[in-house]
């Protein structure tokens, strides 16, 4: 079974203000199986398009007119539309930590090759659906706060110990907790106490 989930029906949204960029990119993408179905040049035009064309992902370019692209990938992930992968001139990591809080799943500093672009991209598409999973699963704010604490933790101890990559770390939590009728923090607790060896049906 191969690792990567089939990327030739993810559609996505491209919104850079440098016109030779955007262009590159959505050769880039293409090139790699993605349908780019919206392009705008900046955070207002971005957000217009992916509500319109409710895509699987949105890559934004941290600083563009009108809106810059923190400020639209906020506004994009409170209506939950699509993952936002930022892209960034500057590694600062002020920008980085603003990006996270605003709801980006994943980031990219220029200049990026295609290698660094795919893994970012199923990065970003995955960790959007582990969030929603957890949203599925615990209403309270505060709850899903700690849940998702838990549940990267465990992802980590389960990546080192038995070599699974990210993804397949939160199905595995995912699975073992439908397996055993259990929260995935109840599964993610055990895992981080007492190893994965613990959560096995």
């Not at 009108?66 to 990591?93: H, N, V, Y």
Request: a negative charge; one cysteine or more.
């Amino acid at each position: 079974m191969s690792e990567q989930p089939s990327t030739s029906t993810r559609r996505v949204v491209i919104a850079e203000d440098e016109a030779l960029i955007r262009m590159d990119l959505a050769e880039m993408l293409a090139e790699e199986g993605y349908d780019v179905v919206g392009q705008a040049a900046d955070g207002e035009q971005a957000i217009a398009l992916a509500e319109q064309l409710q895509p699987d992902l949105v890559i934004l370019d941290v600083k563009m007119p009108r809106l810059d692209g923190i400020s639209a990938a906020e506004r994009i992930a409170e209506k939950r539309i699509a993952p936002c992968l930022m892209l960034t001139a500057f590694s600062q990591r002020d920008l980085v930590e603003r990006a996270r809080d605003a709801g980006a799943m994943a980031y990219l500093v220029k200049p990026f090759s295609r290698n660094d672009l795919v893994p970012a991209i199923e990065m970003a598409v995955s960790r959007f659906t582990e969030l929603a999973a957890l949203e599925s699963e615990v209403a309270d704010l505060t709850e899903r706060l700690e849940t998702r604490k838990s549940v990267e933790r465990a992802k980590g101890v389960l990546q080192k110990e038995l070599g699974l990559s990210e993804p397949d770390a939160f199905r595995w939590i995912q699975k073992t907790a439908m397996d055993l009728r259990l929260s995935m923090k109840q599964v993610s607790d055990g895992v981080v106490e007492h190893g994965p060896g613990s959560a096995t049906p």
